[in-house]
């Protein structure tokens, strides 16, 4: 597999990546001091679009999931070549990002929130597929097994010291619903939601989650709470959220870019914490026995 820019070539190594969503576009750069450098990487399973980061002093790039512009809705995103992508920019820590609906009234907006689980109990891609790389028979395929979870506690811990020398306070061990778009949830379903234990939900993010964790990625996630769902209430006056939607995005942009820069700089990678069961393989070692 090569990359496309202009010309076939490998892409450039980058072993710390961010995914970012809505709140993101370029001028997030420019306020850091930094600049995008785009790359299109082509995969077998159709070509991603990543922009290396400028300006850090080791190789580092994001993937705007919606595009630069945005033009890919949540339903549109072709994750399995975003996840291969990953693999071809050798990426060790992932961060993934989001501005998500808030279902807890106890959880403020435009504060971090770092994710411990996640609620996708069908599995599935938009297009109705099986959330997996292993969709066709192929050799090296098997099963996700989730040891530690789908989020890495030493990357998850990292970022939490980030959060902290930059003197923001997080919130932890929040749980994601993925409730995929591109239409948003009525009052009965975020109800249902958080009666089955979700605090906060997107459209997004989690199947890059599954597919990172099957090419042994270890991921953490990232959220900062834009506006509360339909239904749900802030427990305290100081949660409301303003009136605008894009005035909300412009805040959680804020409470993000900064940690995720500097995740992108000081992040180390870590032992995946989950594995991949091949029967091929305890075959041949029980042959070998």
Not at 85 to 103: N, P, Q, T
Not at 190 to 201: C, D, E, I, K, L
Not at 213 to 236: N, T
């Amino acid at each position: 597999m090569g990359a496309r820019n202009g010309s076939e070539q490998s892409p450039e190594q980058a072993s710390a990546v961010a995914i970012l969503g809505s709140a993101f576009d370029f001028d997030s750069a420019g306020a850091a001091g930094l600049r995008f450098e785009p790359q299109d990487i082509a995969t077998e399973r159709g070509v991603q679009r990543v922009h290396y980061v400028r300006g850090l002093s080791r190789p580092a790039a994001v993937i705007f999931r919606h595009g630069q512009p945005h033009t890919v809705l949540p339903n549109q995103i072709n994750y399995r070549a975003l996840a291969l992508a990953l693999r071809e920019l050798g990426c060790r820590s992932l961060l993934v990002s989001s501005s998500v609906g808030v279902m807890d009234g106890k959880l403020p907006l435009f504060r971090p929130l770092l994710l411990d689980d996640i609620l996708m109990p069908d599995n599935r891609l938009p297009d109705g597929s099986a959330c997996t790389l292993f969709d066709e028979p192929t050799p090296g395929q098997g099963h996700l097994v989730l040891e530690e979870g789908l989020f890495s506690r030493a990357l998850t811990e990292q970022l939490a010291q980030i959060c902290a020398a930059r003197s923001l306070p997080v919130t932890r061990d929040v749980i994601f619903a993925y409730v995929g778009g591109p239409r948003t949830k009525t009052r009965a379903e975020n109800r249902y939601w958080a009666a089955a234990g979700a605090q906060v939900n997107s459209m997004t993010l989690a199947p890059e989650v599954v597919l990172a964790a099957e090419l042994e990625i270890p991921c953490v996630g990232f959220c900062v709470g834009h506006k509360y769902s339909a239904g749900a209430r802030p427990a305290r006056d100081d949660h409301a959220p303003p009136v605008d939607l894009s005035e909300s995005l412009v805040l959680s942009r804020g409470a993000q870019e900064r940690i995720i820069f500097d995740f992108l700089e000081q992040a180390t990678p870590v032992a995946p914490g989950n594995r991949i069961y091949r029967f091929a393989d305890e075959r041949a070692a029980s042959q070998r026995a």
